[in-house]
T-cell receptor, first 118, second 110 residues
Framework: NAGVTQTPKFQVLKTGQSMTLQCAQD?????MSWYRQDPGMGLRLIHY???????DQGEVPNGYNVSRSTTEDFPLRLLSAAPSQTSVYFC?????????????????FGPGTRLTVL | RKEVEQDPGPFNVPEGATVAFNCTYS??????FFWYRQDCRKEPKLLMS???SGNEDGRFTAQLNRASQYISLLIRDSKLSDSATYLC???????????FGTGTSLTVIP
């Protein structure tokens, strides 16, 4: 299993450009999510999906779109990049969230995408 | 109020020391608890789940105190390789989101 993969690893954009961060998992996980991580802020949830065709907003969704057409893929689209979106972006997946702590709700993370917006 | 709060540290401890981190959560109906480890410029990885009765994995012990709404992580006999940021993670009873603390930085000094 490749686990959770993300592309690209690094990206530099100019203000106003759009781009898509790719995320894929091969573990047949239902739950997928996107986080951004900024110094002193921890991981903040952008969008998440509980299954194919279902997406919802997290804590900081503005400026981002997602879609979940298949179980495996969960791309994150930046509509019009702004310097405030400079961050490290992590995609994660888990089998589910339900129930008490167990291997079913362990989250697996991709290696991250380091995005700089000039 | 944040869902999950942690002391950011940093904790600088000598090799062989015992160190403990606490994390508080605000939703009393939270149902799942975890400690994740994140190395510098890497993705977070699960260190251990936290069970109601407490659990141990080698030098690591996790405890849950529902009455006071905190979880703890104890690391015994610290190794240089334990240097990392430790993230507290909670899933609430609404079950749609993982909530992360901001992390506690640990440096183990030779």
């Amino acid at each position: 299993n490749a686990g959770v993969t993300q592309t690209p690893k690094f990206q530099v954009l100019k203000t106003g450009q759009s781009m898509t961060l790719q995320c894929a998992q091969d573990m047949n996980h239902e739950y997928m999510s996107w986080y951004r991580q900024d110094p002193g802020m921890g991981l903040r949830l952008i969008h998440y999906s509980v299954g194919a065709g279902i997406t919802d907003q997290g804590e900081v969704p503005n400026g981002y779109n997602v879609s979940r057409s298949t179980t495996e893929d969960f791309p994150l689209r930046l509509l019009s990049a702004a310097p405030s979106q400079t961050s490290v972006y992590f995609c994660a997946s888990s089998y589910s969230l339900a129930g008490a702590s167990s291997s079913y709700n362990e989250q697996f993370f991709g290696p991250g995408t380091r995005l700089t917006v000039l | 109020r944040k869902e999950v709060e942690q002391d950011p540290g940093p904790f600088n401890v000598p090799e062989g020391a015992t160190v403990a981190f606490n994390c508080t959560y605000s939703n009393s109906a939270s149902q799942s608890f975890f400690w994740y480890r994140q190395d510098c410029r890497k993705e977070p990885k699960l260190l251990m789940s936290v069970y109601s009765s407490g659990n141990e994995d080698g030098r690591f012990t996790a405890q849950l105190n529902r009455a006071s709404q905190y979880i703890s992580l104890l690391i015994r006999d610290s190794k240089l390789s334990d240097s990392a940021t430790y993230l507290c993670v909670v899933i609430t009873n609404t079950g749609n989101q993982f909530y992360f603390g901001t992390g506690t930085s640990l440096t183990v000094i030779p």
